[in-house]
């Protein structure tokens, strides 16, 4: 019991604002999971297997029946008892969100987005296996919609379904949905109209066992998987698009992700769930996982197969676990390239060199990829189709690497924002082995120069989460990745007072900006 406690105000220092609220809601969670807790049988162990996968229950059954799930920068709904019911209010509107802060690298990224209570995603519902739960919902959105329980076995006068199991909520307008949940696992709700949901209306529902899962985790994490396109000179996604220029974890590009942070020894469950128009096979290092669970719910022990990289498909929710047993700062992302990338990539490749350089800018219709004249391959349109729409747009370099084609630009002009002591350039005097070019116009011959895109933005990203990370750490994440930081007690414990005393310290001093472009 004490245990428990004290692992779950360990836990809840991560949930920020509206603590108030969010507290007493866990804190009945984990009331009400001690009484479980009683029944829960130490599982017994199975012979380590004769691979070199880890041990799937390597801790016995001694940990926390259960701890609160964090949401990294997305907050919980509060709730309130009514009789014997959980009452929650949810309110669909128009959110402002900062994928990425301003930065030396431009202003910030600001989207006009659709979610829930003013977040987007919508905050977190966390709830017991077993709750009758009410959900007062108010539509602020200017047009109808419903709210959808993603693989709840609930009655259909509960599905969320426009016309065929509910009137649709008009503007201004409300909804009551009630049930019993008889399941446990990661769930999620979202609106059912797929326009809407593409503009983010979805939110974690995360429904805890009666019969404590294991082996026990001490820390359990919550993503939601997104990406959008947002045309030039506009705030608001492009529904339509089949060209995304930003991928998000919880509403945030790399590196303004907030880093997971995790003791040495701890074992740590991650659910992620994705809704959008492409399957995120999502990978961490440093350590194998099991998935542990699907948006069904949990996933027999017997099923369990080790790995490191777990797609993630459209509408599927997976937990994966793992015994944190490697200190390190360690990347959790998306594998696809183009995902691990903020609007950069007109800035790279051939494409952009040959000849005129990358377009920007384009219109509604040819950022669409709606082609009337060329062909969408041209040099003249390619790079523009959904691409190279943003803060760095003007940063694009317009020349070419073509032999004799141009002069390469004069010696003290800025042609790639490369600072002379930038970690990717030769040391002076190139005589270590293997020695690339050694000057810019050299350089351009190599076919494909270039296709690095690191920038380094750690004072603009540095929140109590990010203390300690390498100088120069933010120019390694974009798009769609995160940390799990796995810290020896002393370092975690520094981490963590300045979580709880909300403390962000400048960091260490950062490399100068560096990216393409000038
Ligand atoms: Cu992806």
Redesign the pocket.
């Known amino acids: 019991m004490n245990r428990n406690r004290r692992n779950f105000l360990r836990g809840s220092t991560f949930l920020g604002a509206g603590l108030g609220a969010e507290l007493l809601a866990s804190h009945t969670a984990s009331a009400q999971h001690e009484q479980h807790q009683q029944h829960g049988r130490p599982q017994k162990q199975k012979a380590p297997p004769q691979s070199q996968a880890p041990p799937k229950t390597e801790k016995p059954a001694s940990g926390p029946a259960i701890v609160p799930v964090e949401t990294p920068d997305v907050p919980k709904l509060p709730w309130t008892m009514e009789g014997d019911v959980k009452v929650f209010h949810l309110t669909s509107e128009v959110v402002k969100r900062e994928f990425l802060p301003a930065s030396r690298m431009g202003s910030a990224r600001v989207a006009d987005v659709w979610g829930f209570n003013g977040s987007m995603p919508g905050p977190t519902i966390e709830v017991n296996e077993g709750d009758r739960v009410r959900v007062v919902f108010h539509n602020k959105l200017p047009e109808g919609i419903t709210i959808h329980w993603h693989g709840l076995e609930i009655p259909i006068e509960m599905d969320g379904m426009p016309f065929i199991s509910q009137p649709i909520v008009e503007p201004g307008k409300m909804f009551t949905y009630e049930f019993t949940l008889k399941q446990n696992g990661t769930f999620f709700y979202h609106s059912h109209m797929a326009m809407q949901e593409m503009m983010g209306l979805i939110g974690l529902f995360i429904i805890h066992p009666k019969t404590p899962y294991e082996p026990r985790v001490d820390k359990d994490f919550g993503l939601i998987?997104q990406?959008w396109a947002i045309l030039p000179n506009n705030s608001v996604p492009n529904s339509l698009s089949m060209e995304f220029n930003w991928?998000t974890i919880n509403g945030k590009a790399g590196p303004a992700t907030t880093p997971m942070i995790v003791k040495l020894g701890e074992r740590v469950r991650i659910r992620m769930v994705n809704l959008g128009m492409?399957?995120?096979?999502m990978h961490i290092h440093g350590t194998q996982f099991y998935v542990t669970g699907t948006e069904g719910g949990r996933t027999p022990e017997s099923a369990w197969f080790p790995g490191n990289t777990v797609l993630v498909g459209v509408a599927q929710a997976r937990d994966i676990e793992f015994d944190a047993v490697n200190p390190g700062d360690w990347m959790l992302h998306?594998?696809?390239p183009h995902?691990m990338m903020n609007q950069m990539v007109s800035m790279v490749g051939p494409i952009a060199m040959g000849g005129h350089g990358a377009q920007t800018g384009k219109g509604m219709e040819d950022g669409m990829g709606i082609i009337r004249d060329s062909n969408a391959l041209s040099s003249d349109l390619a790079p523009g189709l959904g691409r190279g729409l943003g803060p760095t747009v003007d940063s694009e370099r317009q020349i070419s690497n073509l032999v004799a084609q141009r002069q390469p630009p004069q010696s003290g002009q800025p042609h790639t924002g490369h600072p002379p002591a930038s970690p990717s350039q030769p040391p002076q005097g190139g005589h270590q082995h293997g020695a690339g070019p050694a000057d810019e116009a050299e350089k351009r011959r190599v076919p494909g120069y270039p296709q690095d895109m690191v920038m380094v933005m750690d004072e603009a990203v540095a929140k109590p989460q990010t203390y300690g990370l390498a100088p120069g750490w933010s120019g390694a994440l974009m798009g769609?990745m995160s940390l799990v930081r796995v810290l020896p007690p002393d370092k975690y414990e520094e981490v963590m007072t300045r979580v709880r005393e909300g403390r962000t310290e400048k960091p260490q001093q950062s490399q100068p900006a560096h990216k393409h472009g000038g």
Do not use: G, N, Y
């Open positions: 998987l990406e991928l492409d399957h995120h096979p998306c594998h696809l995902h769609m």
